[in-house]
């Protein structure tokens, strides 16, 4: 997901659990990108997200890792 600079927390949040609770895929990974989290990174955790990143290459790289977390973690 991508938030620009007009988007509230409180509707990214909600969009992340609507998200969340649509997939058929219980193990579903929530980037979210963009303006809103380029100051403050640790605010896609905040509001529900597996990882913020700050350009599409970061996420790219961050969802790489995820088979191998998954199987570590869970």
């Known amino acids: 997901l991508s938030a ?3 988007v509230s927390n409180d509707d990214i949040a909600a969009t992340i659990a609507l998200l969340r609770d649509a997939s058929a ?3 579903i990974c929530v980037v979210v990108g963009g303006y809103h989290f380029t100051e403050n990174p640790d605010l ?3 509001l529900g997200a597996d990882f913020g990143a700050r350009d599409p ?3 790219i790289a961050l ?4 088979p191998r977390m998954q199987r570590i973690g869970g």
Do not use: F, Y
Request: hydrophobic letters at 30%; charged letters at 25%.
């Open 4 to 6: 620009g600079g007009e």
């Open 44 to 46: 896609a955790l905040t």
């Open 63 to 66: 969802l790489e890792q995820v």
């Open 25 to 27: 895929n219980p193990r």
């Open 57 to 59: 290459d970061q996420a």
